[in-house]
């Protein structure tokens, strides 16, 4: 019992399938997890990565309202169960100087491709028309500047030839499952 209270308390935000959500929690009940999720937030109540937060009875709240109102349920929700880290996993709202100001924890993110490189969204389309060799995921501190704060780790594949942009995300889904929990207890 002694080591589960020692556990970094998490809160995830997500807007979409919650795949990050889901291998989080798994890896969260492992003995030699660093972290425990604690609370999901949600912009989206169709959020299908919900349903991950309620199977394993992490309180989960959606805000479907402005960006302004969810950040101050944020703020309240993460300062009552005294999170320790903000994860970013699919959250496609880019939130503001202001709740980064105020929230005096560390937020940090996920992103599919290798910063500073495509930056923003529908990044393994723009990977396989520029033609790149590589590409990978990121995981980094998140600051007022869109996928710009400091990198925390890397994970890298080759683009195939015969790669689209569903066999691309589906090869870099795999490495951001593993570079997200080497992200956490990096930062630990």
Do not use: W
């Not at 491709?113 to 998140?142: E, F, N, Q």
């Amino acid at each position: 019992m002694e080591r589960l209270n020692s556990k970094k308390k998490i809160a995830v935000f997500i807007s979409g399938r919650g795949s990050n959500l889901k291998n989080l929690i798994r890896h969260s009940k492992t003995k030699r997890s660093l972290f425990k999720i604690t609370l999901v937030l949600s912009n989206k109540s169709n959020a299908k990565g919900l349903r991950f937060a309620k199977t394993n009875k992490i309180k989960n709240y959606i805000y479907e309202r402005k960006l302004a109102l969810f950040e101050k349920e944020a703020l309240r929700l993460i300062k009552k169960n005294k999170i320790n880290i903000i994860c970013l996993a699919g959250f496609m709202r880019i939130l503001s100087p202001m709740f980064l100001k105020k929230i005096k924890i560390p937020v940090i993110n996920i992103h599919p491709s290798l910063l500073p490189r495509l930056k923003g969204l529908d990044t393994h389309s723009r990977a396989i028309k520029a033609k790149h060799k590589y590409t990978g995921c990121t995981v980094h501190y998140v600051n007022n500047d869109l996928d710009s704060g400091k990198i925390i780790i890397q994970k890298k594949i080759k683009i195939f030839k015969h790669d689209n942009p569903q066999s691309l995300s589906l090869r870099v889904l795999k490495l951001e499952h593993e570079a997200y929990i080497e992200a956490l207890e990096k930062i630990i």
